[in-house]
Every structure is written in structure tokens, then in C-alpha cells.
């Protein structure tokens, strides 16, 4: 089993949906939760970065983060064609792990 | 743009050559870490220097190698190269060493093996 798991999609959705984004994972001792944005032939833009439990909203953005369930979700409200990209889960606990990303098609 | 600057953007080359990747963390980061992406592994974390000092490993190859120098920048060796290699290579910077804190990343170099 890897230390973190994201469905790797695609997920296609129609513009202006919402779309809910997620990973688990199995290693109680990570503190600090991020998820990086990767258009195509460039390199993880970092979206938000988040410090243990709770909600962070940025924009249309809203990272969550349940470490009860060892679950961590990314919401994007109002999607548009420019969110087309994948989605990178990350997570330290004095080390990174990244998902494996889920690719995200938003259809005008 | 994040900052941090990869050279080249593409590479080719053959079986059993070397190459050298090159990486200019952002003004004022210390840590420098290199990753391999490729289509069915992910993104999976090479080494991190940090001012200079080897600060982690990860799943490096022996044939890989690395190093930071003193203005900070860091190169990435990769030898006696085999068609598996053929890859996305990032570099990514943060301010300190500690893996905790974001790292922003360059736009990589594509490296085709032929």
C-alpha cells in the first residue's frame, strides 16, 4: 500500500461544476498538506498549503484536511477551462510524498 | 513563475552517455531538491542539498549523481544512461531545509533516451 493515495482519474467535468479532489493516506505523522497544480510540460505549482486539520480557502479554492480519517480534499468552486490540469496531492512529515495526481478536464 | 530555472528544457541523447542537468533555486532558497517524473511512476524525489550539504536521498541511483555549489545553484549527473531513464526532471527550491515548508518548482527538462 503506498503512504499516500490519489485516484489518478481522468475526471472530466462541464465549466462552471464543482469539483472535488482527494487523497488518503496511511501515515499518521504527517503535519503539513499541499496540492500543486501541473499544466502540461511545465512544472507543480504550488495551490495551497495547509498545517494539520481543518478548512483553507483561497479564491475559488478550498483545501480541507480530516486527519481523523487521514483524508484530504481539494474543492474547486465554479471550475473553469484554465483549471484543466493535474492536481498533486503532497504531504511531510519531515519528508514529502507526493500523489500520483489526478488529471482534471474542465469542458466549456 | 516560481522563480527557479532549469536548463536545458530538452535533452536527447543515446544509451550509455551522460548528461548534465542544471538548476538555479529562487533568489534567497537554500534547499534544492531534484525529482524524477515519468508516466507511470509519479513524481518521485531524487535528493535534496541544502547550502551546499547533502540534506536527504531517496531513490537516487548509483549511477545518478549531484551536487550544490556555493552560489547555490545545483547540477544533477546522470550516467551510463539506459532507455528507463527517459524522464521529466524537476528541481524544486525552499527557503530552509526543511522538507515541510512548500518547494517551488522549475519547469523541468525532458530527457528522451534513444
Known amino acids: 500500500q503506498k503512504e499516500v493515495e490519489q485516484d489518478p482519474g481522468p475526471l472530466s467535468v462541464p465549466e462552471g461544476a464543482i469539483v472535488s479532489l482527494n487523497c488518503t493516506y496511511s501515515?499518521?505523522?504527517?503535519?503539513?498538506f499541499m496540492w500543486y497544480r501541473q499544466y502540461s510540460r511545465k512544472g507543480p505549482e504550488l495551490l495551497m498549503y495547509t498545517y494539520s486539520s481543518g478548512n483553507k480557502e483561497d479564491g475559488r479554492f478550498t483545501a480541507q484536511v480530516d486527519k481523523s480519517s487521514k483524508y484530504i480534499s481539494l474543492f474547486i468552486r465554479d471550475s473553469q477551462p484554465s483549471d484543466s490540469a493535474t492536481y498533486l496531492c503532497a504531504m511531510s512529515d519531515g519528508d514529502m510524498r507526493f500523489g500520483a495526481g489526478t488529471r482534471l478536464t474542465v469542458k466549456p | 513563475d516560481s522563480g527557479v530555472t532549469q536548463t536545458p528544457k530538452h535533452l536527447i541523447t543515446a544509451t550509455g552517455q551522460r548528461v548534465t542537468l542544471r538548476c538555479s533555486p529562487r533568489s534567497g532558497d537554500l534547499s534544492v531538491y531534484w525529482y524524477q517524473q515519468s508516466l507511470d511512476q509519479g513524481l518521485q524525489f531524487l535528493i535534496q542539498y541544502y547550502n551546499g550539504e547533502e540534506r536527504a536521498k531517496g531513490n537516487i541511483l548509483e549511477r545518478f549523481s549531484a551536487q550544490q555549489f556555493p552560489d547555490l545553484h545545483s547540477e544533477l549527473n546522470l550516467s551510463s544512461l539506459e532507455l528507463g531513464d527517459s524522464a521529466l526532471y524537476f528541481c524544486?527550491?525552499?527557503?530552509?531545509?526543511?522538507?515541510?515548508?512548500?518547494?517551488?518548482f522549475g519547469d523541468g527538462t525532458r530527457l528522451s533516451i534513444l
Open positions: 524544486a527550491s525552499s527557503v530552509v531545509g526543511d522538507s515541510n515548508q512548500p518547494q517551488h
Open positions: 501515515n499518521s505523522a504527517f503535519q503539513y
